[in-house]
């Protein structure tokens, strides 16, 4: 079996979280992936868990992630991305460092790291 490269995983998995397509995401992730906050708890666990969090943040509508830098070290990915969301208190972006483990062509683990939010001016 070709496994695609972890670089390639992860931008699949970008594209598919800016086109809101959970069916594309989630065929990025493998079956018992784990998310975490960087060096914190584990946020979800499994697609099952993934996939709601994922159906919710797409609600937004104007929902978009923008890379700002890509590193790969082996099967790790790691981005910077300047997100745009739609916060409760109005629409704004924050920075996201995120850290993918890739194994056997899906991501494994990823770590997410929440930088400040800034609002847009109304």
């Known amino acids: 079996m070709t496994y695609l490269d972890p670089a390639a995983v992860v ?5 598919a979280y800016n086109a809101k397509d959970v069916d594309a995401l989630m065929a990025t992730y493998a079956t018992n992936a784990q998310q ?3 060096h914190g708890p584990l946020l979800a666990e499994g697609i099952d868990a993934i996939r709601p969090r994922y159906v919710a ?19 790790f990915v790691t981005d910077l991305e300047v997100v745009t969301r739609n ?3 109005g629409k704004g972006r924050v920075e996201m460092l995120c850290i993918y483990e890739v194994v056997e ?18």
């Open 11 to 15: 931008q699949a998995q970008l594209e």
């Open 36 to 38: 975490f906050t960087l």
């Open 57 to 75: 943040r797409f609600a937004e509508p104007d929902l978009h992630a923008r890379l700002l830098s890509r590193t790969v070290l082996g099967n």
């Open 87 to 89: 916060f409760p208190e």
């Open 105 to 122: 062509g899906r991501i494994a683990r990823a770590s997410f790291a929440t930088g400040a939010t800034t609002l847009f001016a109304a």
